[in-house]
């Protein structure tokens, strides 16, 4: 069993920052790409974005420039960096990874129950 449990989400007045915290446990062999999405109030998930087990960024047309994504892949845990927040980027941040729980077998998505990020005008 593993799951992911995120932090750092809350009430931001527009142009201030919060960071986000995700961390994974539970039976793990290793740890894939690790990302955040969003879903805002009557739109569908997007991506915010992912990092990979190297090192490699991807982001969001949106976010590039005011967001960072990191990890610390000893601890299994991934941060999200938002600066300059919009009050459109009100939204549930949504952790995700893929990871497998041992040598051989098929990585699997796993994602976290989701933070509230409020951003008001």
């Known amino acids: 069993q593993v799951q992911l449990v995120e932090s750092g989400g809350g009430l931001v007045q527009a142009g201030g920052s919060l960071r986000l915290s995700c961390a994974a446990s539970?039976?793990?062999?290793?740890?894939?790409?690790m990302g955040w999405y969003r879903q805002a109030p009557g739109k569908q998930r997007e991506l915010v974005a992912t990092?990979?087990?190297?090192?490699?960024?991807n982001y969001a047309d949106s976010v590039k420039g005011r967001f960072t994504i990191s990890r610390d892949n000893a601890k299994n845990t991934v941060y999200l960096q938002m600066n300059s927040l919009k009050p459109e980027e009100t939204a549930v941040y949504y952790c995700?990874?893929?990871?497998?729980?041992?040598?051989?077998?098929?990585?699997?998505?796993?994602w976290g129950q989701g933070t509230l990020v409020t951003v008001s005008s």
């Open positions: 990092s990979d087990s190297g090192g490699s960024t």
């Open positions: 995700n990874a893929r990871i497998r729980s041992g040598w051989g077998r098929p990585y699997f998505e796993v």
């Open positions: 539970g039976s793990i062999f290793s740890v894939n790409t």
